[in-house]
């Protein structure tokens, strides 16, 4: 089974995608196969001052089968984006975000606002697709409204034509991230799609016996709100303390060393790929010697509250924590609770 981690904006960062597939690689059934996409990347931010975004494609070289997520609502700078990403770094794919809800977004012609004009959409995904050698790839939504969702079929699985993948969330833009998710929809767009272009169903899914129930005849199940905390969904396995401890530690051990590495890249046109040796040795430093700079113990703490979620005395915890800023202050508090 394909599965999937789904781009989440200020969630699926490096250090996340990294712990993600961490845990698939060591429990998951070896039939599977995962797949990791970055936080989206808004193209006019890129083009106008890279700087200010790029952190959005931090990768490094462990990390496999990455698409690099990207957004915006001008073609100009849609198309110098998806081309300028093509040439100068080596992800496994490039993916235009057709579906995100978020009003801001949308506003901007971007995200799931791209599905008032299918047309013209329709017309830049076979110019970019034409544009860029890595292969191609649309996430997006089964309509606007209810009342869209015959037209939206049609304009997926005429898009499949030039894509490589489409992932298909089972909501309407109207109603975001709540509401029933409509399978049936997805399972008719891939019988009726180019079977050259993989078909993947997303949304719902809070478990792997329900992706293994629900994926029917899609080419995979992407995951994401319900994997918050919980990088064991991609697996069919259940933690014991310890190993919850151990990820714990070792996602914010990430975090924080990814954004020590990041620092010193910053004022460089482009960002290289980060090499493992790097990442180790940069965790070895911070273990040895607290960074009080950094900004990931307070930006850690949505993973951990997701990760702490339904274990005993958590919400105590979560009140002790509340003035803790330093890697080394975290990690030891998080160490004595687990362990108590």
Same mark, same amino acid.
């Given at each position: 089974?394909?599965?999937?981690?789904?781009?989440?904006?200020?969630?699926?960062?490096?250090?996340?995608?990294?712990?993600?597939?961490?845990?698939?690689?060591?429990?998951?059934?070896?039939?599977?196969?995962?797949?990791?996409?970055?936080?989206?990347?808004?193209?006019?931010?890129?083009?106008?001052?890279?700087?200010?975004?790029?952190?959005?494609?931090?990768?490094?070289?462990?990390?496999?089968?990455?698409?690099?997520?990207?957004?915006?609502?001008?073609?100009?700078?849609?198309?110098?984006?998806?081309?300028?990403?093509?040439?100068?770094?080596?992800?496994?794919?490039?993916?235009?975000?057709?579906?995100?809800?978020?009003?801001?977004?949308? #506003?901007?012609?971007?995200?799931?606002?791209?599905?008032?004009?299918?047309?013209?959409?329709?017309?830049?995904?076979?110019?970019? #697709?034409?544009?860029?050698?890595?292969?191609?790839?649309?996430?997006?939504?089964?309509?606007?409204?209810?009342?869209?969702?015959?037209?939206?079929?049609?304009?997926?699985?005429?898009?499949?034509?030039?894509?490589?993948?489409?992932?298909?969330?089972?909501?309407?833009?109207?109603?975001?991230?709540?509401?029933?998710?409509?399978?049936?929809?997805?399972?008719?767009?891939?019988?009726?799609?180019?079977?050259?272009?993989?078909?993947?169903?997303?949304?719902? @899914?809070?478990?792997?016996?329900?992706?293994?129930?629900?994926?029917?005849?899609?080419?995979?199940?992407?995951?994401?709100?319900?994997?918050?905390?919980?990088?064991?969904?991609?697996?069919?396995?259940?933690?014991?303390?310890?190993?919850?401890?151990?990820?714990?530690?070792?996602?914010?051990?990430?975090?924080?060393?990814?954004?020590?590495?990041?620092?010193?890249?910053?004022?460089?046109?482009?960002?290289?790929?980060?090499?493992?040796?790097? @990442?180790?040795?940069?965790?070895?430093?911070?273990?040895?010697?607290?960074?009080?700079?950094?900004?990931?113990?307070?930006?850690?703490?949505?993973?951990?509250?997701?990760?702490?979620?339904?274990?005993?005395?958590?919400?105590?915890?979560?009140?002790?924590?509340?003035?803790?800023?330093?890697?080394?202050?975290?990690?030891?508090?998080?160490?004595?609770?687990?362990?108590?």
């Amino acid at each position: 089974m394909n599965l999937a981690l789904a781009p989440m904006d200020g969630i699926t960062d490096s250090a996340y995608r990294r712990i993600c597939q961490k845990v698939f690689e060591q429990q998951t059934q070896k039939t599977d196969e995962f797949f990791l996409f970055t936080e989206f990347m808004n193209a006019s931010g890129y083009i106008r001052n890279p700087e200010g975004v790029y952190k959005h494609i931090l990768n490094t070289t462990q990390e496999k089968n990455l698409t690099a997520q990207i957004y915006g609502g001008d073609e100009y700078e849609l198309l110098e984006t998806f081309e300028d990403i093509d040439k100068n770094y080596n992800f496994s794919g490039l993916e235009l975000n057709i579906g995100c809800p978020s009003p801001k977004v949308v #506003s901007s012609g971007g995200g799931a606002g791209m599905l008032y004009e299918k047309e013209k959409t329709l017309k830049l995904i076979q110019k970019i #697709s034409r544009k860029i050698n890595s292969p191609f790839s649309i996430k997006t939504r089964i309509g606007v409204d209810k009342y869209d969702i015959n037209s939206q079929k049609k304009f997926i699985i005429e898009a499949s034509n030039f894509c490589n993948l489409i992932t298909v969330h089972g909501r309407t833009f109207k109603q975001a991230h709540s509401g029933d998710v409509d399978r049936e929809t997805i399972y008719e767009i891939r019988q009726n799609s180019n079977f050259g272009c993989k078909i993947f169903g997303n949304g719902g @899914i809070d478990s792997y016996a329900k992706a293994k129930e629900k994926i029917g005849n899609l080419d995979g199940i992407m995951i994401g709100q319900a994997s918050i905390g919980n990088p064991w969904i991609f697996t069919n396995t259940t933690p014991n303390y310890n190993e919850i401890l151990e990820t714990i530690l070792e996602h914010l051990d990430e975090m924080c060393s990814l954004e020590s590495i990041f620092e010193k890249y910053k004022g460089n046109k482009y960002l290289p790929t980060i090499k493992e040796q790097g @990442i180790q040795k940069e965790k070895q430093n911070l273990l040895k010697k607290d960074n009080n700079k950094l900004k990931s113990p307070i930006e850690f703490r949505k993973h951990l509250f997701a990760y702490l979620k339904g274990l005993p005395n958590s919400k105590d915890f979560k009140q002790k924590i509340v003035n803790i800023k330093t890697h080394h202050q975290l990690r030891n508090e998080i160490s004595k609770f687990i362990k108590k």
